[in-house]
């Protein structure tokens, strides 16, 4: 369906950078330059540098940033990792291929992890806590360290939908031992395919990611050191993300804005809960997603799907909900209120104001009948 407000719009975006985008490419190709390239270091460096931290290793996608840095913290059988529910399945996914268990906890009113939660969830099995920062806002990483010194936890931040977001000054992915991103396109910063990166202070497990990505095996000396994997970001993603990683604090502060033109239209609306504003307190958010809480959700979707208006919901069904995870035994009551109530409007670079001005009005026109 060609909608009037799609939810995103790659060939504009790329469009927007097609000259610069078009030169990365065609020099890599020209040169060869496929592999574990130049491109891949500069990207990393720059990456490491924007999040305020001293490396960067680039996976293949989020979840592999995340399974690598579970691994490369030594987390597996018998230990137990502390997340949320109310998040994309890869957060889980990662602990369960280490061969650990997660341990799911409910979330506050602005999606994130509950602290009160996290502490009554930790056991003498506990050995690490995924935050994961989920649409742009960052978690209580005051709170959440705190907590994790207190029981000497390891952290590992699923930072995948919080490129650029903070917490009191200091960047999401930069608090724990290692902090996840993912570059699906659809992401704040997103690659021409999958892509991920994982970020640390820590030399010795950027070191790990890096003989893990590439099968365990150490280029110069042809020593293999682990059953690794095949996970490394390509040249190719690199230097397309090195153009636009240029451009993520403007695209940053529209973001912002865009949060606030929605904020103001939706004000008054009292079936519509708009999420946080953009400076909270410590809170810094980027808004990867705008997602409101809504009454009568899914007639309100329908409505604005036939206004021309793409609407993602994540997640309709609450992910110890699917039976084939096997996490069925979980209560976790805001988590299923959340999957009832919970709508994600068009929100990207590319969107003009008068597009936003379009669902706001839709949305009034649904509930002011
Ligand atoms: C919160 C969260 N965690 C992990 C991931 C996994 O990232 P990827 O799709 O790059 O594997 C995503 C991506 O959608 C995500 O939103």
Redesign the pocket.
Known sequence: MNYKVPFVDYPTHYRRMEGEIDAAIKEILSNGDLILRNQLRQFEENIASFVGVTHAVGVN??????HLSLLADRVGTGDEVVTVAH??V??VAAIVHCGATPILVDVGEDFNMDMGQLEQAVSPQTKAIIP?H?NGRPCNMEKLMRIASEHNLIVIE?A??ALGASFDGQKAGSFGLAG?F???PA?ILGGAG???VVVTNSGEIAEKICLLRDHGQQRNTGDILYYGFNSRLDNLQAAILNVKLRYLPRWIKRRRELATVYEEGLSGLPQIKTPPPPQQGCYFDVYTNYVVRAQERDRLVAHLRECGIEILISWPKPMHHHKALGLGHYRLPETERISKEVLSLPLNTEISNEQVEFVIESIRKFYIR
């Open positions: 996608s989020g979840t592999d940033a995340l998040t994309f890869a957060t994961v989920l699923d995948a939908q996840c993912s570059f699906y992401k999958d892509g991920g």
